[in-house]
């Protein structure tokens, strides 16, 4: 059983900063790649940004890319979402996602495997 918690949302003006974190409790030691997504009430899931195990290749959705930047703790077992200049359209329920079955980075929301609560982050004008 794999349970993800995610913490760290909350209320900041547009071009403000937020860093979620997303705490994996594993039962057993294996590697994992690792993705953000973000839902706002009237749609679906949608992509953030993507890491692989090792940390050494990022994806990142267009809308964000060059303000959020994503990263983990291993050791920890902790992902990570820096939020950067943060604008209105950014407001969404975050959740963060795990995929067991590889170590590479996938922006489909399909082959994510475990799902954490999700964080809300608001932004205001």
């Known amino acids: 059983q794999v349970q993800l918690v995610e913490s760290g949302g909350g209320l900041v003006q547009s071009g403000g900063s937020l860093r979620l974190s997303c705490v994996a409790s594993?039962?057993?030691?294996?590697?994992?790649?690792l993705a953000w997504f973000r839902r706002t009430p009237g749609s679906g899931r949608e992509f953030v940004a993507a890491?692989?195990?090792?940390?050494?290749?990022?994806e990142y959705a267009n809308s964000v890319n060059g303000r959020f930047t994503i990263s983990r703790d291993n050791a920890k077992n902790t992902g990570y979402l820096q939020m950067n200049s943060l604008k209105p359209e950014d407001t969404a329920t975050y959740y963060c996602?795990?995929?067991?079955?590889?170590?590479?980075?996938?922006?489909?929301?399909?082959?994510?495997?475990?799902w954490g609560q999700g964080t809300q982050v608001t932004v205001s004008s």
């Open positions: 594993l039962r057993s030691k294996t590697v994992y790649s």
């Open positions: 996602a795990v995929d067991m079955d590889t170590v590479e980075t996938n922006r489909r929301i399909n082959v994510y495997d475990y």
């Open positions: 890491i692989n195990w090792s940390g050494t290749s990022k």
